[in-house]
């Protein structure tokens, strides 16, 4: 999700107490613990993942989550020994089955067999089955950077969204991410669940008992509705555009479009059948596929025309828009990925704030595997 | 772009009169006018892809155009005996110069180089530059489901979209479509501009006088606008989300998507570079690539997972979502692709209406070819 950070931090700022952790102790700590439930070492670096959306300050994604996977271990619904491994293949695609791994684990060898399709012939295209929730869609996109490839990345999730005219949740906020290499200028990151609104920002609003604007929920009767704590009386997320008047349509195509390929090109569960995060809630009772599904691509830039031309014309792009004159009140015309990264760049200096209840949830955790914290 | 034909059409029997035609009427005529202006034989089947809007109720980018590509041509920007060809390859990829011809034309031999490279490598992708207005999404896309395979189909646009934040026009209305077979049920097809609203609804609302609803428009100066005529005043159109709020930072990311993939990937132009579809208008100062832009995929079933068992799981889904319960007022959830289907049946059997400007338009160029309409 595109999040305005600053923002962010500044609503938390104004109603709850905030303790500051550097990256190193927060890195050091996940990985503790995800070696404590068995992962391996390098399945610990998992860690690295998890801890990318604290950085790029989608705070709901990370640190945040560290005791609701370990609860998924606790009922089994996490394997952290999983064997990975690709079921069918061709030469630029496979399908990857990820043994019930964690999604954080699963994810980052997928995209790496995306890339190394890429390498070979072009491009690459994975979908994943069996897999858990794989944290940021952002992290696993932008492993394809560095290698001058675009990175696609997502994946779908538990049913909170109702399509448009539809009172049931039959979609999860099914995000995608693409990432694109430039120049001089940093990556271009477009990173977005397709509905109005991620949770994360519900969230915000429950705790300091605001409204969310139009367009965001609606009620168990399916009336619009602006009661931030709705998805616990039964109430629905909104695709992208919120209403049919205002495209809603547009956004539940979307994310129908990532729960196909996320989920039944590879034989994951897809629509209101995907497993629930919490591990307290029961799995539903129809299974179509086995797990939650991912889809990662990989496009090597130079499989279309030389990357230096490329790159030169995506720096002159995002020079276009940051120059673009902006609105009344707004200092500059922002680029997709400019406030996740500058987010980056502020929390790995002065560290990363997180809220007393997830602090408490860490401390709990440190006690449960006799760990510092 | 999705919309739902039968409200279209009734709303322009409220206010303007029609005459309808049968399909093979306006198919005889279109061909006729392609043929007259040096088109091949071959090529003169631009038509059926022209007509494939009329069919499904996109009226903006059918025969009501015509004029508009004959026009392009008449000043030399549409070349009707294009030496189209593959510049550069890889096995799952090509860049394509449509050496300037008909967009319509361009299109379904770049979405065939890539249904090939889909057959030998399981799929393929190809980016083309030097083209013109290529119709409607779906034309293309859906040209991979008789292969078993899921087509994507994009284009970029001349400017008429403001960023977030921006007043200035920055991208197109850039429009993405999947099309995903299924096995007893009609196929998935997303087609949808990466606005709230495309250009041809803010038609419909200036013949009738009526404004638009909130989040559609800007007025020259960025603020938020209802004027159905904005557009000649200076404004601009919304990405999807309308505004920051509303996750117009989500729309604006995916338009910006389909530029890069379209535009910067093929060596086309971009961002508010991209040529103008009227002809009156004079292009851009600056060019940074050879004419507008497109980006096709063709990702073949079976190299996931065997035909059968996906189509099956798609059926199931289809099932789901028209099973879903719907909103008061509304009889069922609708399944992307599901209006412009039923319009095309409907148009197929009792004809296409075209309201009174169109039919002059057409009169007009019958008397300049010396056809009989």
Not at 29 to 41: P, Q
Not at 94 to 118: C, N, T
Not at 318 to 338: C, M, Q, S, W
Request: proline share 7%; with cysteine; hydrophobic share 40%.
């Amino acid at each position: 999700m595109v999040i305005v950070p600053n923002i962010q931090a500044m609503l938390f700022l104004c109603y709850m107490s905030e303790i500051t952790y550097s990256y190193s102790q927060l890195y050091n700590f996940t990985t503790a613990v995800f070696s404590k439930i068995g992962c391996n070492e390098s399945d610990a670096a998992a860690a690295k993942v998890l801890l990318s959306a604290d950085l790029r300050g989608v705070d709901s994604h990370g640190v945040a989550r560290l005791n609701g996977y370990v609860r998924l271990w606790d009922v089994k619904r996490v394997n952290a020994t999983p064997q990975i491994k690709t079921i069918h293949e061709t030469p630029s695609t496979a399908v990857v089955d990820g043994d019930s791994g964690l999604g954080l684990v699963v994810a980052p060898l997928a995209m790496k067999i995306a890339i190394e399709k890429a390498l070979n012939v072009g491009t690459g295209w994975v979908s994943v089955q069996n897999s858990n929730h794989y944290g940021i869609a952002a992290a696993h996109a932008m492993m394809a950077l560095e290698h001058d490839m675009i990175g696609i990345s997502m994946t779908n999730a538990s049913p909170l969204v109702a399509p448009t005219f539809s009172i049931d949740k039959m979609l999860g906020t099914n995000p995608i991410c693409v990432a694109v290499p430039a120049g001089q200028q940093p990556a271009f990151v477009a990173d977005l669940a397709t509905t109005t609104a991620a949770n994360g920002k519900l969230e915000i609003l429950q705790r300091k008992n605001r409204d969310t604007p139009s367009g965001w929920v609606q009620d168990a009767e399916g009336n619009p509705s602006t009661d931030a704590n709705i998805l616990k009386k039964g109430g629905a997320l909104l695709p992208l555009g919120g209403d049919r008047e205002h495209g809603s349509h547009k956004g539940y195509a979307l994310g129908a479009v990532v729960d196909i390929f996320s989920g039944i090109l590879s034989g994951a569960n897809y629509a209101p059948w995907v497993p629930p995060f919490p591990a307290y809630v029961p799995l539903p009772q129809k299974q179509p596929g086995k797990g939650i599904g991912h889809f990662f691509g990989a496009m090597r830039i130079d499989a279309f025309r030389p990357a230096d031309e490329f790159k030169k014309d995506m720096d002159d792009w995002i020079t276009g828009f940051r120059n673009a004159k902006p609105l009344p009140g707004h200092e500059k015309v922002l680029v997709p990925g400019d406030p996740e990264r500058e987010m980056e760049i502020e929390r790995m200096k002065n560290g990363i704030p997180l809220i007393e209840p997830v602090v408490e949830d860490l401390k709990k955790l440190a006690e449960r595997f006799e760990l510092a914290f």
